[in-house]
């Protein structure tokens, strides 16, 4: 195939040169056979020698065509094969460019489908690498072990929290009913005791809002007289009585020895302080107390341990 490789230029040129025919040996041989033809119809032996003469010069001209008639078909016959080669080389060129053509197309498959593979790998190594960058499963379960029993200590703790809160709101409770019944008892006489709860129970069947109402009022009094409470006062003695009974000895010594045990517990935070406070403030204060209270008087009373009459402070029943 090499060796029919030419350029565009003389390809062309050579064509050309084999389609045109050149007409000079055909000129030639018809101007030897008009001069043979013309001697040969004159007669004379003069003439002789110039008819040999013309024959022999065209007998040469006519073999110089013959061999030049035979070079062009050589020549045909050569071009004649060039002529097949180009069509087997053309299709060969055209089987082979179908052939490029579906290997083209299979190779643009092949890319987008390395293209699609590469970003898939990428995407898979991103988050390979997220993946990596978290912790093992070991860890993350150690680490949920360990909040988990955060999270139990921290519910025992609350939970303890509000026994301890419970347990001295209830203290204090206990510790305020007792200040305001001998704040009453300070005031009133023991006999007077049966009027105290006949007001009682007058003030519990009143409407509810009436007794909501005295009940804010009676637990913003006594909040106000806890938080001004000094554990260390002297018990009180009110102005007016000859004497200190057993009773309001007893109850006042109750009262003072619950304020002592209040102080020397330890001090609730301030968190708990605002629950009590507000607890206070809102009418939650016990009632079991006072009627532990009253029934504690009434048996005083039936076992003759504290009365007016029976004191020896208190002055003798007139006669």
């Known amino acids: 195939m090499s060796q029919y490789q030419m350029a565009p230029e003389d390809e062309e040129a050579l064509i050309q040169s084999r389609v045109n025919i050149d007409e000079r040996p055909l000129r030639r041989l018809a101007k030897k056979f008009h001069t043979f033809s013309s001697l040969a119809s004159s007669t004379g032996n003069a003439n002789f020698s110039s008819f040999e003469e013309a024959r022999e010069a ?171 409470l000094n554990p260390f006062a002297q018990p009180f003695r009110p102005t007016g009585v000859s004497g200190i009974t057993p009773l309001r000895e007893s109850v006042l010594r109750r009262a003072h020895e619950s304020s002592a045990s209040i102080s020397a517990a330890p001090s609730p935070t301030t968190a708990e302080e605002g629950e009590e406070r507000e607890d206070i403030e809102m009418g939650e204060v016990s009632e079991e107390p006072r009627d532990k209270l009253k029934k504690r008087i009434k048996e005083d009373l039936e076992e003759g341990e504290a009365s007016d009459q029976s004191s020896e402070l208190s002055e003798p029943p007139e006669e």
């Open 58 to 228: 065209f007998l040469l001209e006519l073999s110089s065509y013959h061999l030049l008639l035979s070079r062009s078909l050589t020549v045909w016959n050569a071009e004649s094969r060039q002529i097949a080669q180009y069509h087997r080389e053309k299709q060969r060129i055209e089987q082979e460019q179908i052939t490029q053509t579906e290997q083209i197309a299979g190779l643009k498959v092949t890319l987008e489908e390395a293209q699609l593979f590469r970003r898939r790998k990428m995407e898979y190594d991103q988050v390979a690498e997220k993946i990596n960058s978290l912790p093992s499963r070991a860890e993350l379960v150690s680490s949920i072990e360990s909040l988990e029993a955060e999270i139990s200590s921290i519910a025992e703790d609350e939970v303890q929290l509000k026994k301890n809160v419970e347990t001295r709101r209830e203290r204090l409770n206990r510790v305020l009913s007792e200040i305001q019944f001998a704040n009453r008892v300070g005031r009133e006489d023991v006999p007077e005791e049966e009027t105290v709860e006949m007001d009682a129970e007058d003030a519990s069947e009143q409407d509810p809002d009436s007794a909501r109402d005295g009940e804010h009022s009676a637990t913003d009094d006594v909040s106000v007289a806890s938080t001004s």
